[in-house]
């Protein structure tokens, strides 16, 4: 469906980052704090599944190496 354009070592980035913001999520439940926590952990966690990021498809970015 998409063209992969995340390395492994970017996927497990996001994955980490993504995990801290479902930990401050829950930390700060009802909060503006809470809330932006969840959308930065969904996206986060979404990239880092799928192995595709917009914003590089945008600029142009791709961290994945190419398989020969």
């Known amino acids: ?5 995340e390395s492994t070592t970017d996927r ?5 980052v993504g995990i801290a913001a479902l930990v401050v999520f829950f930390l700060n439940q009802g909060t503006t704090l809470g809330w932006v926590a969840l ?3 969904v ?5 880092a599944i799928v192995g595709w ?6 600029f142009g970015i791709n961290t994945c ?4």
């Not at 497990?12 to 980490?16: G, H, N």
């Not at 996206?43 to 990239?47: D, I, M, N, R, V």
């Not at 990021?53 to 945008?58: E, G, H, N, R």
């Not at 190496?65 to 020969?68: D, G, H, I, R, T």
């Open 65 to 68: 190496k190419l398989k020969n």
């Open 39 to 41: 959308v930065v952990a």
């Open 43 to 47: 996206l986060a966690l979404f990239t």
């Open 1 to 5: 469906m998409f063209k992969t354009n």
């Open 53 to 58: 990021c917009a914003l590089y498809t945008v």
């Open 12 to 16: 497990i980035i996001r994955a980490i």
